[in-house]
Nanobody, 124 residues
Framework: QVQLVESGGGLVQAGDSLRLSCAASGRSITTYAMAWFRQAPGKEREFVAALNWSGGRTYYTDSVKGRFTISRDNTKNTVYLQMNSLKPEDTAVYYC?????????????????WGQGTQVTVSS
């Protein structure tokens, strides 16, 4: 079993930055595909960003390209989401997800492990 714990969320103003962290425990996630998703009130959960096992390949939804950066430190068993130029529409609960059966993003939301989420609120 893998436990994922997100942190770094908070209340910020439009244009500010936040860095989310996803710390994994229980097993090494070194070979896992990892991703961030988010869910805004009244909306379905949506894909935000993903990366392959080494971090050499990254993927983003169009609305965050150029503003968000996903990365990982396999020595720390941790994945990050750097969020710059935040907008009110980025307000959501952000979830980290891990897929132990894939080493790269497969274009799905079918991840085996999920964190509890961290709230990001961006005021205008």
């Amino acid at each position: 079993q893998v436990q994922l714990v997100e942190s770094g969320g908070g209340l910020v103003q439009a244009g500010d930055s936040l860095r989310l962290s996803c710390a994994a425990s229980g097993r090494s996630i070194t070979t896992y595909a990892m991703a961030w998703f988010r869910q805004a009130p009244g909306k379905e959960r949506e894909f935000v960003a993903a990366l392959n096992w080494s971090g050499g390949r990254t993927y983003y939804t169009d609305s965050v390209k150029g503003r968000f950066t996903i990365s990982r430190d396999n020595t720390k068993n941790t994945v990050y989401l750097q969020m710059n130029s935040l907008k009110p529409e980025d307000t959501a609960v952000y979830y980290c997800a891990a897929d132990p059966y894939r080493t790269d993003y497969a274009g799905t939301s079918d991840y085996n492990y999920w964190g509890q989420g961290t709230q990001v609120t961006v005021s205008s």
